[in-house]
C-alpha cells in the first residue's frame, strides 16, 4: 500500500486535525468532557487508557 511521505512535522493523529482546526476543536471539547469531567473513577480511566494503548499495540 502507498504511503505519505513523512515530513518530520506533526505525527498522524495532530496532522490530520491540523488540516482541520474546527474538527480538532470539536474533538478536543468532547475529550476534555469525557476525561476531565466525567464521573469515572481517576483508576478505571487510567485502566481504560491503559488497556486502549495496549489493544492498539502502543507502549503507552
Not at 478536543?28 to 486502549?52: A, C, E, F, N, T
Request: charged letters at 20%; one cysteine or more; proline letters at 5%.
Amino acid at each position: 500500500m502507498p504511503r505519505i511521505k513523512e515530513t518530520g512535522g506533526l505525527d498522524g493523529f495532530a496532522g490530520v486535525y491540523a488540516h482541520c482546526p474546527d474538527l480538532f476543536q470539536g474533538f478536543m471539547y468532547r475529550y476534555g468532557l469525557l476525561w476531565s469531567h466525567s464521573q469515572l473513577d481517576p483508576v478505571l480511566k487510567d485502566l481504560i487508557r491503559l488497556k486502549s494503548a495496549n489493544l492498539n499495540g502502543c507502549l503507552y
